[in-house]
């Protein structure tokens, strides 16, 4: 089942990047809907951010409960999407939305732009080999 087909407005309550789902708070104060990151109408990768004004359509899942369906920003725009690149929050003091940061995605956390551990050796620490090949010993 589908609504009437009329789109409608809403905020969003929060919504998981990692898990690729959340909420939205409905405009004319009836029950949040859940939202599936596939409902994102939008180009690369599909978020929403916590706050954000959406438009959507109202749908009938499989399971017999209301759900949002091809959701996009105010006038039918582009969604805004989620700031912090993953599910995990922003990172903590002045770490950014990368891996580095705490968050799940790309950036580093403000480390110079490093991704993940920054390719150092997780035994010694120091940079250009790996633990594998560390000269140090305690090969896991």
């Given amino acids: 089942m589908t609504d009437d087909g009329a789109r409608k407005s809403g905020t969003v309550k929060w919504f998981n990047d990692t898990k690729g789902f959340g909420f939205i708070t409905p405009e004319d104060g009836s029950e949040d809907l859940f939202v599936h990151q596939s409902s994102i109408r939008t180009d690369g ?27 996009t920003g105010p006038n039918e725009g582009p969604v805004q999407g989620s700031s912090r690149g993953g599910g995990g929050g922003g990172g903590g003091r002045g770490g950014g939305g990368g891996y580095g940061g705490g968050g799940g995605g790309y950036g580093g956390g403000g480390r110079g732009g490093s991704r993940g551990g920054g390719g150092g050796c997780y035994n010694c620490g120091e940079e250009g080999h790996f633990s594998r090949e560390c000269p140090n010993g305690s090969n896991r």
């Fill in 45 to 71: 990768f599909r978020s929403l951010g916590d706050g954000e004004s959406v438009e959507y359509l109202v749908e009938e899942g499989s399971d017999g409960r209301t759900k949002a369906a091809d959701v």
